[in-house]
Every structure is written in C-alpha cells, then in structure tokens.
C-alpha cells in the first residue's frame, strides 16, 4: 500500500513520516504456505517512501524519533499517552469500538504519522471493515479489540478518558435525528452506486447498525 502527500495536505500535517510494521514477511509465508509467527513486538518499523526518508536528513531525523517512540511504548519504557496524541488515539478506538471493527487493530494495519509539532505519534485508519460489526446489541467481550498491544494504549488512564469523552460526544449528537440522518442519505446515496459493481455488497451500514445502543453500552462497561 501507498500514501500520498494530499493525504497529509488534507489533514494540515506538516511534512513528516508515516510508520507501519513490516508486513512483507508475513505475506511471503502465506503466500509459501508456512506460519509466520511474527507481531508488532518483533516486526521492523518501517516508513512509507523509504528511499525518501533516508535522503532527507529532516525525514530521517522524524523516521528516528518515531521509532523510538513506538519501540518505547512496546517495551513498556514510555507510557502510551507520552507516545501517541492522547485526543486522536482516544477517537480512534473509540469510532473502532463503536463499529465493532477489531480488523483495523491487527498489528499489520496499524499506521501512525508522526507529528514533528506534537512529538507524537498519530493514528491513520487503515483497512477498516465495518460489514464485521456484529447485528447483537450485548457487546460479547470480544467484540471490543483487545490485543495486547491495543489493550496496552486502551487502558492508560489519559487515553481512557479521552476515548469515553468521545463516546459521549457521539452520544449526543446522535440523540440529534438531523445529524444522523444526514449519515444515513449519504450511506444510502452511495450504496445504489456501488451496488452496481458489488452485487453481494451487504446492505447499507447505518440503517442495519443500533448505533445509539451500542454507544450507551460501551459507555456504561467504560465508566
């Protein structure tokens, strides 16, 4: 996979790195038919346009810091909320968890820019899959991604509150039928088209998705 620069522009970053976890590896074995037992605890971390990186010496310098910081946080040297932007990990599991989509936290999904502002380490959606969500309204324990890697960051007290106050933000706009609606037109707008290519495309995502009773349960099992 590949990132560009509009992805930066359009989010008003400064240029800088994008990290993952090397995947290669994993892909060579299934592809040879053999297990790979690796994980983020032992994948290099890698940056996107890695030629790039290593001719810039502003880039490399950024490619440095955030391996250090994502090695840090891994070998539990630095705490998560000195690691990564409390506010925008707090978002991302939270709109994860409200989704039900664990598929975004495997270690081989996960992205992050780092911020040479901030010093931290932001997390970009990646490979989400939403049709996972599951239709029950109980919230099995699995439903709500724990690796331990994941578990780690969800579980640091700044993060935590960060990830509950976003939950009650949706909460309450979501008590807002204008606001949810306008979700649901735009869901349904581009179902029609996509359907036209994607015959067995499951149905519209907010229509079929009790997205106001999972936001009070995972609420009420957070606080």
Known sequence: DQVSKELLENSNRKESVIIKFDEADLWQSRSDNK???ADEYRATIIPFEINKVKNNSNLYGDYLIAIGLM????KGELKAHDVF??????DFLAIHDLWGDSHGFIWHNLRF??????????PIGFDQM?????NELDLPEDWIANTKF????????????????TLKELQ???QEKQYLNQYIDIDVKYEKVLRREFFFKPPPLMKNN?????????????T
């Open 172 to 174: 309450n706009k979501f």
């Open 130 to 134: 939403l049709y996972h969500t599951p």
């Open 113 to 122: 820019y780092y911020n040479p502002i901030s010093a931290k380490l932001e």
């Open 150 to 165: 994941i578990s780690k960051i969800r579980d640091n007290g700044f993060i935590k509150l960060a990830y509950i106050n």
């Open 35 to 37: 297990v790979y037992a």
């Open 71 to 74: 090695r840090g946080v891994l």
């Open 85 to 90: 932007d409390v506010k925008l990990m707090g």
């Open 210 to 222: 009790d997205l106001i009773q999972r936001l009070n349960l995972l609420i009420s099992k957070s």
